[in-house]
């Protein structure tokens, strides 16, 4: 009930300014998000590393209105891809990125989105590491497996993420379950229409299920991003049915939830890697957040009302 209405509000101005000014969120988007700079995330990273766990590392400002804009999103990876060279954390860092912020909205959006993410996945490369394009709502898919597929002829590497609740993502599995290929399987986190995507939640993890399935069963990479224990389970059992060694799969949840499953995914011997976002335009994705769990409305609510 309340997930629709959070995920509304998530493109409401009006909301972004209260949330953005309510005394009490900075404690609740702590939780999620790492930081607001390269510096403040870099321990982040290295305390990750420490801890036998791996980093995707999402850049957060989806909500970008200028070309310039985009410009600065592209340079944010750019800095971050540099201070990691420096660091020689290259191996235990990827980086996740949304194709809006590269522009992907704006007027000619598709071919300025693949001229600034294109910059970011060359660098990725030359360090040893790699870039994950994440999946928005459902109108700007075609655009995001066109510019993976453009990606992947010079950098095979490139993943991609695809979300379970979409009608249309079984065939979009079949066809990147094929050798080489990096998938992320995810339930969905935006509000979507009953005409492309299951309402119901029972329906979309049977699906992912499915999903799971196929990705295991190909030659690709899978990368399973759930917090669900159940869901965690069944992909182990897949993993094993197919024939699949522990480093040809892996886990992904977000910094922030379940700490305690990453640690002990990692000490079974589990490639497990953490969505860490950081930046100061965190709305968007921390609206989600709340709209994935309604206790984190209750705590928010609390912590607003406390201050
Ligand atoms: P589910 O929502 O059923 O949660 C299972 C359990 O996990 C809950 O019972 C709770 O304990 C815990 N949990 C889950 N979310 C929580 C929260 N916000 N706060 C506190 N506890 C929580 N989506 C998308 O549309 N495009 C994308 O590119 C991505 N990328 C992405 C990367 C990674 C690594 C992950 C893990 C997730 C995403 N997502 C995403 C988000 C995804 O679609 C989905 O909304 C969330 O992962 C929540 O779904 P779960 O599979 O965790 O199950």
Redesign the pocket.
Known sequence: MLAPLILAASRSDKMRSFVSAAPGTKQVVDR?IAGESVDQVVPVIEDAAAKGLEV?LDVVGEDITTVEQSHAARDAYLELIGRLKELGLGTKAEM?V?LSMFGQALADGHELALANVRPVVEAAAAIGTTVTL???DHTTLDSMFAIHEELRKDFPQTGC?I?AYLFRTEADARRLAAAGSRV?I?????KEPAEVAYQD?AET?KA?VRIMRILMEGSGYP?I?????R?ISIAQELARTAGRKLDEYEF???Y???SDEHLRLAAEGHRM?V?TAYGTDWYGYFM??????P??LLFFARSILTK
């Open positions: 999620f995707t996740s949304k994440d999946a928005e993420v979300q992320r995810v339930k969905g986190a935006y939640k993890d992912y990368m991003g759930s917090h669900d224990p869901l992904q949840m977000l922030g939830i379940r890697r969505y989600r957040r709340l709209a994935e769990k206790a984190n």
